[in-house]
Structure formats: C-alpha cells, structure tokens
C-alpha cells in the first residue's frame, strides 16, 4: 500500500505519516481524481489538527455550522470526497460490459451514525469506498435488504446447517457427498460463480463498485441443492433398509410386547398372523393397507387425545368403530427450539472438535487483530487461490489490508451502547486453536451490517457461509439485549434479476429498501412488483416523497482551505457551474440530516 505525501500546509513542518493510525493515506489514484496533490495533502493529518482548529474559534466558522460543531465535539466529522457517476462499467452479476453505474464518495473518515443513515438511503462500503448505485440506470438494480432478528425462525435448511456442525464438533461426523472445492465456487464472494478478475482487488478501486461485497458468499446455492439430494437419497435408503428389516417371513406378536406396548399408553390389539405370499401370487397382508396421509393426520390427533383422557377418547373412538391406530402420535414440544438453543447445543465432554468464536476490533486494529493478522490473510489468501483460482502472489497483504481490514469508520464506545463499542469488527471462527473462517463486520447504532466472508476451503463441507449468517443474526439478537435500538441484520444488496442472489430473501422475516422514497417495505410485497420489472418503487403510496430529501442545500457543510463553511457562502466564491451540479447531487444523495453533518471536500 502507498504511503500518502508528506504535508506541507502553508509552509508548516513536514508531516511523517505516523505508523498505526488509521485514515492517513492516500492512494495516488485518488489523489489524481482531487485535481492533483494539493487536495491530498490538505487532507492528510486532519484528523491531527482537527481539535486545533476546534480550538481556534468560532470565529473561523460559519454561524450556520454551529448544530454540526455541537455533534462533532465528541469527535472527528465524517470527511469525504464525491466522485459523481460519468461512466457505465462492466457488471460483475449479469457480465454487462456497459451495464453497471453507481455514484461513490472516497470517506477519509466517517462516524457510525452517518454510515448507518448512508446505508438506510442505499449506499454501502467496500473498504472506505463508498458507493450507491443509480438505480434506475443500472443493468442489476441492487435493493438493500435487512433482516429482523427479533422475529427470525431458522428454517428446516438452516436448522439443518446447524446440525451438520453440531455433529462435526461432537462426533467429527463429515456429511456424505459434502462439496468438494470445484463445486464451492458458487459459495465465492462474488456474484456470480466465475467472477475472478472482478474482485475489488485493484488499487483503482474501479472494481469496488462491480458487486455486492455484503454477505454475497453467504450462500453456496449448488453445493446445499447437491448435499439436500443426498441427504433425501440417503434418508430413502435407509427407510428401505428398515422396512426391510421389520418385514420378516413371518409376522409374529408376543404376549411382552402387548405388555410394553401398554405400559407406554399406546392402544394395544390382536394382529393376525400371515404368511408372506410369493411374489407374484398376492398382496402382502402382513403389510398395514395404504392409506392417506390425511386420514393418518387424523388418527394421529385422536391418540393425542385419547392419551390426555384415556377413559373417555377410547370409549368414543371404539364406539365410532375407529380402528386403534397403527401409528403413533410424534412427542412434540409445545415450543419449538430458538436460534440460539440450536447453536449453543451441549456437546459431550469428549467432543472431537472445539469451536470458538472471537470479536476484534479491526479499525483502529485491536492488540487481537495485529496478533492474528497474518494466519487471518493466509485464510483469505487460500479462499481466493483455491476458490476464486488466483495464482499465489495475489492478492498481497497490502490489497487484503486494504479491501477488508481499513475502515473509514470512527470507533465509539458510548456508555448506552454495545459492551464492544460501535464500528469495524472481524469476527474470527477459530476450530481447534486455528482461523478456519472470517466474517467482516459493522456494528452499527440500529443494526449489525454484514461486509464479507471468507473461509477455509477445506471446510466448505460444513457450510460456512449459511452458518456464519446464522451466527451473526444471533449475535444481533445478544447486542439488542443491552442496546434496545440495535435490532437489525443488515445483509447487504438483494438482486432479484440474479438468480444467484436472491437467497438473502430467504432469511425471515426481511426487509427491502425503496429507493425512492427510503422506507423499509416487507420483502413478500415487493416480489410481485420484481417479477414484473428489475426497477420497483415499493412504497405504494403515490403521494409519499422522501422525508430525509434536500431541502436547504446551503446549509450542506464544506471542507475548502482550511476552512469549514456552508455551501452558501462557497458558491460564492466558485464560478464553475458544473460544481454546483456535482454538489446538489451529492446533497440529495445523502439526505439533509447527513448533507448537514459530514464535511464535503472541495478543492
């Protein structure tokens, strides 16, 4: 990674970049994009002098800005540079060479409560890029969606995911026909199964914008179709296999087994005994006759009865001539298992593997984060060589620094909030004393935002992707025990046009984002408008307009030689009219509330 240029603001003493801290560097493509030099170095060390210029006055700042310096006091302001969209580029879902366009902003820093309002609006980050795509523009219209944890229900996939690796943990158990790593592809990072070259690798940050880089491995779609077929042709098998063994030549009741039978409170009968006709010469009449599935249902729920009145129900079955039923009632619990119980299921003391999972701090890096750092890069170095067929120099450790571990994001620990604090976190899954998966993420003020995953190939038999998922929706739900607002699982962008993405909607209770009006609209009322177009406004209300919409542009707060000022009192001072284009696009981008708190760059 390239260091950034030493300052040499109005002649001041030159600035060693300091090693350790975050937000200082400037990547030489950005600093070309600012019109040269000068804008980069006007930026570099901010956050050093920032309580200095805090320090000189209001006199030096707008009276218009005086609500904003109240909210930055407790910190730096969120600082970023606009880079509106002028160019279509390559789609890294549906491979449209000039299908893809987004608008993105470079954030040098940017406090949690800002991000969280950027991302409720549509934008997301990939590293400290952050960008929206143009929705009515773009080939692959990109929907944020968000779950709602509070009211999750694991479905019988994901119950089943998380039995696999309960069974792993406990017996060391490999599920047969799991996926081998050719066919993991589809559990890759990238929106399609051969994205490849399109991974936001390169210093250019032109392919940042390409994809989804939320939760977009979460799934491995091939591999769970491939691994149900097995399990169902196994669970056939093995069905055959007992019927068989419970179909003797001949069908026999002992006088024990009717005591057994009655100790347990099940009806108990005389059964016939037949002979097992030749093939060919009969039906079978040892076998019970076939019946539906409905009637069965129905004797199944009269035995539930007659056992919680045994007197009354057998007096009645026996006077409607119902036969006792052959199939007895399944025990079930009056409360099914939470998410929790089944991830936190006991395992015995002598289980066969250990799990762990950790939560460290990545920006600005935690003592944690700098001691794993390496075995950390080694994983993702691996996942991309193995999954994403890289050769073995790429990625580097700066590119892998660069795209998962900087952070435009300030670190918070209010006394209100989350005992981790707010911001950028790498959640390591350690399987007996080693990183086999990394999960990044955001904690922000409502919700738990997903960034990416990346794992150890040889574990992709396990399901990582489904079961990190799984994990972080229940560490949502821990983090909303003390800190009530935080109640939301954002799970990135949902593409209803890219069969490979839309299984984000298969965690329920969702949401999906308007991108008109930004309101949150239930995802089962947004389906039938996506079958019909790939751009939806889902808010039903004609009438409806966006609250947080731009208003009062000048209020819009300004960065511009060494100064902090309203956008009213810099247009003055400019007399380009595209500039003024530039920024009220950004500040209906953003919205007012935000338009008014984080600090635009001009040069």
Partial sequence: MESCPRSRWRGRRQLQEAPGRPGLRTPEWLRASLGG???????????????????????????????????????????????????????????????????????????????????????????????????????????????????????????????????FLAKGEVPKGSCEEPSAVAHTCSPSTSRGQDEPMDSTMDDAVVGDFALINKLDIQCDLKTLSDDVKESLESEGKNSKKEEPHELLQAQDSVGEKLGSGEPSHSVKVHTVPKPGKGADLSKPPCRKAKEIRKERKRLKRMQQNPAGELEGFQAQGHPPSLFPPKAKSNQPKSLEDLIFESLPENASHKLEVRVVRSSPPSSQFKATLLESYQVYKRYQMVIHKNSPDTPTESQFTRFLCSSPLEAETPPNGPDCGYGSFHQQYWLDGKIIAVGVIDILPNCVSSVYLYYDPDYSFLSLGVYSALREIAFTRQLHEKTSQLSYYYMGFYIHSCPKMKYKGQYRPSDLLCPETYVWVPIEQCLPSLENSKYCRFNQDPEAVDEDRSTEPDRLQVFHKRAIMPYGVYKKQQKDPSEEAAVLQYASLVGQKCSERMLLFRN
């Fill in 37 to 167: 030099s000068r804008a980069a170095r006007c930026i570099v060390g901010w956050r050093w002098r920032w309580r200095r210029l805090l320090r000189r006055g209001a006199e030096r700042l707008s009276v218009c800005g005086a609500e904003a310096m109240a909210f930055w006091a407790g910190g730096s302001p969120s600082i970023v540079d606009y880079f509106p969209s002028e160019d279509f580029y390559r789609c890294g879902y549906c491979k449209n060479e000039l299908g893809s366009r987004s608008n993105g902003m470079w954030a040098h820093s940017m406090t949690v409560q800002d991000y969280q309002d950027l991302i409720d609006r549509g934008w997301r980050r990939s590293g400290k890029y952050v960008y929206k795509p143009v929705m009515n523009q773009t080939c692959c219209p990109q929907y944020t969606i968000r779950c709602r944890p509070l009211q999750f229900q694991p479905s019988k996939s994901h119950k089943k995911v998380l039995k696999k690796m309960l069974k």
